[in-house]
């Protein structure tokens, strides 16, 4: 089992920044990807970025040039530092563990940016 704690979403101006943080614990050696969706109601949750174990980053189209995702393997965590806000980013975030064909997903951190 993989356990999730993500956490940093809040109440952001358009153009600010926000650093959301996901936390694992359990089986960590067993993970193969981890990263961030999103979803608005009403829609299906997307892929916002993620990273391999290998080190392999996937952007969505959209937040490309604006977010960033990094990992700090000795604390187990991943950060996706999101730069240049946009209102259309506002969102639930959920910070997502990909093991042994499981998916694992944290709490949500909600996201608003406006003004």
């Known amino acids: 089992q993989v356990q999730l704690v993500g956490s940093g979403g809040g109440l952001v101006q358009p153009g600010g920044s926000l650093r959301l943080s996901c936390a694992a614990s359990?089986?960590?050696?067993?993970?193969?990807?981890m990263g961030w969706y999103r979803q608005i109601p009403g829609k299906e949750r997307e892929l916002v970025a993620d990273i391999s174990s290998g080190g392999n980053i996937n952007y969505a189209d959209s937040v490309k040039g604006r977010f960033t995702i990094s990992r700090d393997s000795a604390k187990n965590t991943v950060y996706l530092q999101m730069n240049s806000l946009k209102p259309e980013d506002t969102a639930v975030y959920y910070c997502?563990?990909?093991?042994?064909?499981?998916?694992?997903w944290g709490k949500g951190t909600l996201v608003t940016v406006s003004s």
């Open positions: 997502h563990g990909f093991s042994y064909g499981m998916n694992y």
């Open positions: 359990g089986r960590i050696f067993s993970i193969n990807a």
